[in-house]
């Protein structure tokens, strides 16, 4: 495992400031990830890309979609296609996202920090294989009907190719990473973003102190999705079960803290939810909700 | 300059076969290029990627746009926009191209290849500001109108980034890189995939044997653009000169041969053009159109 921060004993005497207790290892690694509501708004993208930018540490962004591929999509009469509540990705719409997620706004965030004077590279997992994965099986319903999810990856959190993320990160080039991997057959697949990003800080976790931030447009985990000073500040998995058996929140929420828990029950130093107007307080470990072990 | 292919003394007594004499140099580059009849037909474009990946030695693909982003263009009501025979790329242009270049094209390719096991990794001239540029200024005709060209790169040949290009190549990382850059102020631009192919060519020649190969659908350069026998096997600059004088070149291809002399008058090793379909045999240099420095 990992060392913890812990202060020597004449650090204690006489201890040493810094902007941030983060800086002390030169190893630390931010994997942060947002979703398509910073990237919807152009404004707000700008704004949390500069603040991501600022960051002087190691760092990887790991982005979702955004309502432009569904804009995109109406426009090419390409519909959504849900079969009991999952979004199933067929012919047309692995192409969509392929374009919008790999193409339109992994190269928009590359070239605005570029712009930053920060030297993003935009990949997805197929790129250089560096997220195995597999296409998603068929699933059978209670009812007996069987359902396709179409071109839909699920990760091999196993397989990282761990070599060449170091090559990136130590020769200061920032992974900007889209949501999509490959099936080996010659097929991208659509991949979810939050299990990409902690899939990602475990296995990174062996040679980083992995820092985990997933950002979105909430101030944290809420008891009460409608006030955003409901922030719940640590989150443990037994409250976390209580919230949960209570219905105390809202479903979408689900699968990102079950993704942070993973995460952080795997050795990685430090996971928060939080909102991406917030980015360097987060970082600084204020506001957000901090997951722990 | 570089060293050539010459056989030792005890070599030419007792002659050794390679399947390539390319073989004998372990820093031989080979640096392709792909253009839009290729992409366009799926079948052409799988048999032409398998014929890449079974190139031994290290290599790059360089690829165009085709005729997907036109149909899609039309789909999303993008109409072609031209002044003066140049095709201007404008807002919605550049949001096309970065979708179907960077996206659809780019990771389809890297999919393809990575089912061959060839470790590709799909990038353009932003990422990593591998490929300088600075977009194109307005330029004024006799007539006095001032043509704004809209979101187009003119690539920086001096600033080429050749130690993460050399990073990639020295480890197993096959770059396959779609026509796009970035203008340092947060923007992409559409940028010539034969300019970059050539320009690149040039930057890595420093480091390596650098082979240029310009595939396309035509067998070479032609003095009969009817006749696929008309073939000429070697071009000389004079005799460029002379064909281009007598307009016995179409003009579409005369771009392409002035980049090639550009790259082989710079001290790259070898530069041919040639079908896409003789991939391999272009590469022992049979067939296809040698330039001559």
């Known amino acids: 495992m990992k060392e913890c921060f812990v202060m020597k004993e004449d650090e204690k005497k006489n201890p040493v400031f810094f902007s941030s207790p983060l800086?002390?290892?030169?190893?630390?690694?931010?994997?942060?990830?947002?979703g398509g509501n910073v990237i919807d708004d152009e404004s707000n993208l700008y704004s949390f890309l500069k603040s991501f930018a600022s960051i002087k540490e190691k760092k990887i962004l790991v982005h979702g979609g955004g309502k432009i591929a569904t804009t995109i999509g109406n426009k090419l009469g390409i519909e959504s296609k849900y079969i009991d509540g999952r979004r199933i990705t067929?012919?047309?719409?692995?192409?969509?996202?392929?374009?919008?997620?790999?193409?339109?706004i992994n190269k928009k965030i590359v070239a605005i920090l570029q712009s930053l004077k920060c030297n993003a590279i935009g990949l997805s997992g197929a790129d250089g294989n560096l997220i195995p994965a597999t296409?998603?099986?068929?699933?059978?319903?209670?009812?007996?009907?069987?359902?396709?999810?179409?071109?839909?990856?699920?990760?091999?959190?196993?397989?990282?190719?761990t070599s060449s993320w170091q090559l990136f990160i130590n020769n200061n080039l920032i992974p900007v990473i889209a949501p999509l991997t490959h099936d080996e057959q010659?097929?991208?697949?659509?991949?979810?973003?939050?299990?990409?990003?902690?899939?990602?800080s475990i296995a990174l976790s062996k040679w980083y102190?992995?820092?985990?931030?997933?950002?979105?447009?909430?101030?944290?985990?809420l008891t009460n999705i409608h006030d955003e000073t409901s922030v719940i500040s640590e989150l443990h998995e037994k409250?976390?079960?209580?919230?949960?058996?209570?219905?105390?929140?809202?479903?979408?929420i689900l699968p990102k803290i079950d993704n942070a828990f993973n995460a952080i029950n795997r050795g990685i130093t430090n996971v928060v939810i939080g909102n991406s107007d917030n980015l360097l307080q987060l970082i600084n470990e204020e506001g957000g909700t901090k997951i722990i072990a």
């Not at 067929?90 to 339109?104: A, F, K, P, W």
């Not at 209670?142 to 359902?147: C, M, N, P, V, Y």
């Not at 991949?191 to 990602?200: E, I, K, R, Y």
């Not at 409250?239 to 979408?252: C, H, I, R, V, W």
């Open 186 to 200: 010659g097929h991208i697949l659509n991949t979810n973003a939050d299990t990409m990003a902690s899939v990602l």
């Open 90 to 104: 067929d012919d047309e719409t692995i192409d969509l996202v392929t374009m919008v997620y790999g193409g339109l």
């Open 23 to 34: 800086e002390r290892s030169g190893e630390a690694l931010f994997i942060i990830k947002i």
């Open 239 to 252: 409250f976390y079960n209580q919230l949960k058996q209570d219905k105390k929140l809202f479903a979408g």
């Open 135 to 161: 296409k998603r099986g068929n699933k059978t319903l209670l009812s007996g009907e069987a359902i396709n999810y179409g071109w839909v990856g699920d990760i091999n959190p196993d397989n990282i190719n």
């Open 209 to 221: 102190h992995v820092h985990l931030i997933y950002c979105f447009e909430k101030n944290g985990v």
